[in-house]
């Protein structure tokens, strides 16, 4: 009792000690803090810094991307109040940071769950960003002793992983599902909590599928070394070499799936996400085969060994995008992969086979 | 232009008699894929659906089912591999949901 008592003279001494989310020091995201009855709660910025830009630049090149996060917890920005707003989003810092900047001039709550680092709406198919999570953090923050509301605006995106109305069974709470988009969060607020069907539609432009394709291309570099370290050793002993051409001819199909079917997406004829890399991949594998000639006699081999393997490879690069894309569902990716797997799989082999014959007897 | 993707393959189904129209399954479905009309909530466009599950998670009668999840080629090729249900977890690091 004496060491409480001494503890907490003068009055408030206390509060200063208790951190209701701990935060790094040195994070310039962080501009102060705010007293609450629960302990003092990090207030943030709405600025992005030099580094939070460069932070997600590598993100998107896949450096360090499954450790880019923050703590969980409760976080103030602007000087909020008892009456204020509390919006509930991820501990992946490029979500945390999407969020931030769109929100000057607001006096917000902001709940962090924690996802393990993963954007919203993945960890909400997961179940990271979900009902027992967003419970525990309620309760551990205190946030009904801070707030005198009982409301929460969760991102739409976050329902997957959500039940509702389990989470007001169980907290006192109502959860209310805000936009999509980050960017509309000012004019939902503003409007009283109402979004428009605009705002609650997912979309896909050209640039969200372009943001994610280094990712991609960064993932299959690493498969494309195992396989300039096989065309190396086959060159020891071919009587025609793998040279500059092959190498183009491989990375402009590796490109064709990664890159240029996601960017091209919706303007592909066809739906499966396999036979539009395919069509491309059989594009640049014909024209380049046409362009180097090799449509005679004594590379014929080759020109179909290359028209068996390269589309294959595109079309399963491309395949692998549906784990990017907004739309695609798991029956239909299931569906899909029935009929591609096997044909790529075919059609790869009798590449390679051909390929190999045509280096090996020349 | 409008991203739609494979036609008849998603597992949605609405139970008509359970629901009442309360319209939370139209709010979170980041595909408009419901309609609420005279109380009661109509699958307008079921193709449209890629089975995240919001609306059956979020339906507070259970009228919804759907076989919810993750619509990534990779996930799938994981799972056949190793025996067990896809799942998206990213943490091997590649590809990702």
Known sequence: MNKEKSCCSPVNACYAEVLVTPH????????????????????????????DTFGAWKVRWGIGRMNYRINPGLYALGQPDHKSPVLVSANYKLTFDALRKELSGLHCWILILDTKG????????????GTDELVSRITKTGLSEIVSHKTLVL???????????????????????????????????????????????????????????????????????????????????????FGLADFIAYAGAVVTGTVVTPALLPIIPGRAFAWKGWLLGLLWTAGFIWFNGWFVPEFLLLAIGYLLVLPSLSAFLAMNFTGSSTYTSFSGVIREMKIAVPLIALSSIAGILLVLIKSLSA | MKDRYLRNVATLRLL??????????????????????????????????????????????????????????????????????????????????
């Open chain 1, 24 to 51: 790094n020091q040195k994070d310039e995201w962080v501009t102060g803090e705010i007293h609450t009855s629960q302990g003092s709660v990090p207030v943030i910025s709405t600025d992005i810094s030099f580094e």
């Open chain 2, 16 to 97: 008509d008699e359970k629901c009442f129209g309360c319209g939370r399954c139209a709010e979170v479905c980041p595909h408009r894929v419901f309609i609420v009309e005279d109380k009661k909530v109509r699958i307008k466009d079921k193709d449209g659906c890629m089975e995240c599950g919001a609306c059956a998670k979020n339906c507070p009668v259970n009228a919804i089912t759907v076989k919810a999840g993750v619509g990534c080629a990779y996930a799938v090729i994981m799972g056949w591999l190793t025996g067990s249900e896809p799942s998206c977890d990213c943490s091997g690091g590649g590809e990702c949901c």
């Open chain 1, 155 to 241: 991102p739409q995106l976050g329902a997957p992983g959500v039940r509702a109305h389990e989470v007001t069974r169980r907290t006192g709470f109502s959860v209310v599902y805000g936009p999509i988009r980050a960017h509309d969060i000012k004019s939902f607020l503003d409007s009283g909590f109402k979004a428009t069907q605009e705002m609650r539609t997912v979309k896909f432009t050209v640039w969200d599928r372009l943001v994610l394709t280094p990712v991609e291309l960064v993932a299959t570099t690493k498969y494309s070394l195992m396989v300039f370290g096989v065309f190396f050793i086959i060159n020891l002993i071919a009587a025609r070499t």
């Open chain 1, 118 to 129: 993963i954007n919203v709406w993945c960890a909400a198919g997961k179940g990271t960003f």
